[in-house]
């Protein structure tokens, strides 16, 4: 039983760990470059172990941890994301279409907002962008303003730019090589104060366990005692 409740916690951390990889990929970075931060209501259960999967050599759990989910959403500004699926080749790009659309994305996006928020509201523009042929896109951030005559040639230095972040490398050279856009995303957020910084305790506090419990350790494949503050 206890090879089987350890077995499926297994599934289930290489299955968070597995996420936080593609992730990181995804936005070609380093993921044992950072700290862990456990929150909700059962993740401290399973950080550590997912430190050891990721090569995350610092934890922290901070106080109201299992409702820190709830804490961001009441911190966090109020926003909304609005897309639209277009395949467009660069080749074939008209400012004019692709100008308008955006306007109706942003619209939609900020209508959303500004039904729950009162305050500024900020655009980020997105395009989802590949090399033509490719089944997956990455995203390019492009500036809140509209399209003009040199589109093209910036959003083709953009796409260029964030490939070679991603990947190491952009790919030139290729005849016939086609930059297409796939989606379109515009997230209109509400502009709030930053929330107040606390500094870090690093001291140690003293604290006597007031029983015990046998945890299974996966080091030994037996069970410790560990002390229950």
Not at 115 to 141: D, H, K, L, N
């Amino acid at each position: 039983a206890l090879a089987t409740a350890f077995g499926i916690c297994e599934v289930v951390d290489e299955n968070m760990a597995n996420a936080a990889r593609v992730h990181a990929v995804e936005n070609g970075k380093n993921i044992s470059d950072n700290l862990m931060i456990a929150f909700g209501g059962a993740a401290p259960l399973h950080a550590a172990r997912l430190c050891e999967k990721l090569g995350i050599d610092q934890c922290i759990v901070p106080r109201g941890a299992g409702v820190g989910s709830a804490i961001g959403f009441l911190k966090a500004p109020f926003g909304y994301e609005a897309l639209a699926s277009k395949l467009t080749r660069l080749s074939r790009f008209k400012p004019a279409e692709v100008n308008a659309l955006l306007a109706d994305l942003k619209a939609s996006a900020e209508g959303f907002v500004r039904s729950g928020a009162s305050g500024r509201i900020v655009c980020e523009i997105t395009a989802f962008m590949r090399y033509a042929g490719q089944g997956w896109e990455i995203p390019v951030r492009l500036a809140d303003e509209p399209f003009g005559d040199d589109a093209v040639a910036k959003l083709k230095a953009l796409f260029e730019e964030n490939y070679q972040r991603f990947f190491g490398r952009a790919i030139k050279g290729l005849d016939g090589l086609e930059i297409e856009i796939v989606t379109w995303s515009v997230k209109a957020t509400d502009v709030r104060p930053a929330v107040t910084r606390h500094e870090l305790t690093t001291g140690r506090k003293k604290s006597e366990p007031t029983t015990t419990r046998a945890v299974f350790d996966p080091a030994t494949g037996a069970p410790r005692t560990y002390g229950i503050v």
